[in-house]
């Protein structure tokens, strides 16, 4: 069979249709690695060109992200449309099913690992089923190393890989507990190492895509250690907690760690304990940024605007902040009630969603009431803040300061200044 993966392309009004510095979607080239040899595979991302509507593939199938579940049944409609079978997965698919059963002939809810071959058996017999749900979720050494070789040659970087699945924490507005259930599972280091030494281009640069690469600090040590002889630069995500081992915080700077995506969340701690977010204490923020800029680790630091005890004065605290720990960059969304998480539901519960239009749920467009000030003001003070942490003169003051990592969030902040001055406004 002649099948066929797509990424739908990001809306316009989203701040990540601007982007430059684009990556590839890691889940389609490990849907790729699952095919069997004999079908004919392909990868098409919508984010970097027009579709070929025309190529007459037998399966189709679509990852779908909540902002991105328009677009993605509009591709699924047509080539349905066209006499393809379409398959719709990913966070969306899982959580809302029935809703994605509208645009295709079967979803997959949940890890595929444990379904593709058989859907793809299934409908090679004319017997292809509905819902796809594996019993169970894969195994560590399941999972297989992505093919590369089928990701389009036009992205600023395709150096990505995943070491586990999962967080150990259950922060009650990511969807990544709910996706994996809570589990935390990670891969052996060996297969990793394997993987690095495949890279052939940009090699000398690795993107973990990790929830929380130090989750398991054991395992995490182990990892390290091997890439302590790679002779590799590489970024990733991490919780606070990596300051509360010393070891373990010397051997992500040694292995080559150049940044760290990191969840702040919020300055009130008030906030903090409504999110779930038990890892966390405000006071250990400034010291949070010090031992890691000490050990040649940038910062890439996520605050989220419109939990229930933010105030209007709370773009100015985060701004001030930013300014005095000198953070390199910044992720300040507002807060995004997705299906299928804790926040979701309790604001359900509490008739504060005022928004169902899936590509407004991309972080940026408040589609909720907040508590401490109108959905207005909270749009309002969003778009300021981002807008000022990534002005010219702001990103002079942050890059200003000579470490290592410079190289990696100097580029990453004028091109989210370039991105931020070209947002499209959302549609009314």
């Known amino acids: 069979m002649k099948i066929k993966l797509i990424a739908p392309k990001w809306p ?26 004999e079908h004919e595979v392909s990868i098409e991302d919508e984010n970097l060109g027009e579709l070929k ?4 593939p037998d399966i189709v199938g679509i990852t779908v ?3 991105l579940a328009p677009g993605a049944y509009r591709i699924a409609d047509e080539y349905r449309r066209r006499g393809a079978k379409v398959v719709l997965g990913g966070f969306h698919a899982t959580w809302m099913p029935e809703e994605a059963l509208a645009h295709a002939d079967a979803v997959v809810i949940g890890e595929a690992e444990g379904v593709w071959r058989q859907l793809l058996k299934d409908a090679e017999a004319g017997q292809l089923k509905k819902i796809y749900k594996a019993e169970s979720r894969p195994e560590p050494d399941e999972i297989p190393q992505a093919r590369r070789e089928l990701i389009e040659d036009k992205y600023f970087f ?8 999962g967080c150990p924490f259950d922060c009650r507005f990511c969807s990544v507990t709910a996706f994996y259930g809570g589990t935390y599972r990670f891969r052996p280091v060996e297969e990793i190492e394997k993987e690095v030494l495949s890279f052939t281009k940009g090699a000398g640069f690795v993107l973990f895509v990790d929830d929380n690469i130090v989750g398991n600090p054991v395992y995490a040590k182990r990892l390290f250690s091997m890439l302590k002889g790679q002779r590799k630069k590489w970024m990733s995500q991490a919780s606070t907690t990596i300051i509360k081992d010393p070891e373990l915080l010397k051997l992500a700077s040694e292995s080559g760690c150049y940044g760290m995506f990191m969840g702040f969340e919020s300055l009130e701690q008030e906030n903090l304990d409504l999110m779930g977010k038990r890892m966390n204490a405000r006071e250990a923020y ?24 933010d105030r ?45 239009d899936w590509s407004l749920y991309d972080m940026e467009h408040v589609v909720f009431r907040p508590k401490g000030m109108t959905p207005e003001e909270l749009q309002e003070g969003h778009d300021r803040a981002n807008r000022e942490f990534y002005s010219a003169p702001n990103i002079f003051r942050r890059i200003g300061r000579i470490h290592r990592s410079l190289w990696i969030f100097a580029p990453m902040n004028w091109d989210l200044r370039r991105a931020w001055r070209k947002k499209a406004p959302a549609p009314l």
């Open 158 to 165: 395709s150096n990505i890989l995943q070491t586990t699945r």
């Open 286 to 309: 400034s010291d949070v940024m010090k031992k890691l800029h000490d050990h040649g680790i940038g910062v890439h630091g996520s605050f989220i605007f419109g939990y229930d005890h």
């Open 12 to 37: 316009a009004h989203s701040i990540w249709s601007a982007l430059y510095f684009k990556f590839p979607y890691l889940s389609l080239a490990i849907l790729g690695a699952l095919t069997p040899p």
């Open 53 to 56: 509507f025309d190529d007459s």
């Open 312 to 356: 209007k004065s709370v773009f100015d605290d985060v701004l001030d902040f930013a300014r005095k720990v000198r953070l390199d960059a910044a992720f300040m969304p507002v807060l995004t009630p997705f299906p299928g998480t804790e926040i979701r539901k309790r604001l359900m519960e509490e008739g504060r969603i005022i928004s169902n």
């Open 65 to 67: 992200l909540t902002p």
